[in-house]
């Protein structure tokens, strides 16, 4: 069995979506963010976290992208899991 694994996205501007319905998108299954705040280090930089599940493990490369209460996608992230 494998635990839950997290995953860090940062983007710019995300702060306007606080407690707004931004979820992500990982092949197509939604995953609401854990945490949702400024990146603590770089100004202007926000921090999404996301808590990934189980089945993703060993499942190959996932297209990851972010979407806000208006239905905006954000660019995609291409990501593999081993």
């Known amino acids: ?7 860090r996205l940062t983007k710019g501007r995300l702060r306007d979506d606080v407690g707004s319905g931004l979820q992500s998108l990982i092949n197509g299954v939604s995953i609401v963010p854990s945490y949702l705040a400024p990146q603590p280090l770089v100004p ?5 976290n996301l808590l990934l ?8 490369c996932s297209n990851v992208t972010l979407i806000n209460y208006a239905a905006i996608q954000s660019n995609t992230v291409y990501v593999c899991f081993k």
């Open 1 to 7: 069995m494998f635990p839950k694994a997290r995953f």
């Open 44 to 48: 202007g930089l926000d921090q999404v």
């Open 53 to 60: 599940p189980a089945t993703l493990a060993g499942s190959g």
